[in-house]
């Protein structure tokens, strides 16, 4: 199988793309592994004709969105994610009226159609510094409440107002202080991830996206408890072999486990499902994501 997914990229001239958090089988067909910034940008800059995405929905229509006239396909149609279901368009509307002087930024975990009613998107990886760009003192921040509590902890002039107020990954919200308490006792550091809620944040010694850990687990260093989906401490234990990194057994996001191999390889061959979004939308959404991309370069 693993054979036949590579003839069929060469013939098709396609990519695949895989989050951190896929399964380690479906990782090592990738071309681009990464988080939600990394397989934005890759996605930006790509020639493939046909763009597979292994992830949920929301990083799919992100790749459509920056590619409108390529094919983007997802191999499994149902997998969501619960965190970007938590903000709907109306939401974002309705806050603007009663903030009208706010800045509106989204978390890239958020569908299309909150893109497109945002000011700009932004990454775990860079939600510091694309509120820190923006010249409002207001910002109305969603879905993630907790990655809103941790740019407001580094931003204090500013005033972050969480859009919904719960809205949360309940992977991330899992984690509690029994498992910093369990984690101190082994020893090594604490390394979570900024949709964790605010006590572990705090608890913790170092707060960084996934692409974060990838970057800073380079080198030697001192074992780590990884706070966030337990394929990331895989990922990392691949990357970095004389490393010792833990996982939380149960921290499992079950959208990001539902493509196999066999649906890889079926998504190659009939190029299905593809991601379908109005001109209206992609062009209107591609405005705030690149907005973000702006401010990281």
Known sequence: MEAEIR??????????????YQPLEIQALADVVGDSLELAVKAKETGADLIVVCGVQFMAETAKILNPERKVVIPVL???????????????REARERHPDAAVVIYA?????SKALADIV????????????LPNETILFGPDSNLAA????????KTIIPLPPGGHCYVHTGFTLADVEAARRKGGMIVCHPECHPEIQEQSDMIASTGGMVRGAAGEGEPWAVF??????SRLRVLYPGRVFYEKPDAICGDMKKISLADLRRALEREEHEVI???DVMDRARLTIERMLAVGA
């Open 109 to 113: 975990n958020s569908t299309a159609e």
């Open 277 to 279: 979004l109005s001109r």
């Open 7 to 20: 003839a069929l990229k060469a013939r098709k001239n396609a990519v695949v793309m895989a989050h951190n």
């Open 78 to 92: 149902d997998a969501g994610c619960p965190l970007a279901d938590f903000l709907t368009p109306d939401m974002i």
């Open 122 to 133: 932004c990454t775990s990886a860079n939600a510091v510094k694309v509120v820190a760009s």
């Open 228 to 233: 966030t989906e337990r394929e990331m401490a």
């Open 150 to 157: 941790y740019v407001q902890r580094e931003l204090p002039y």
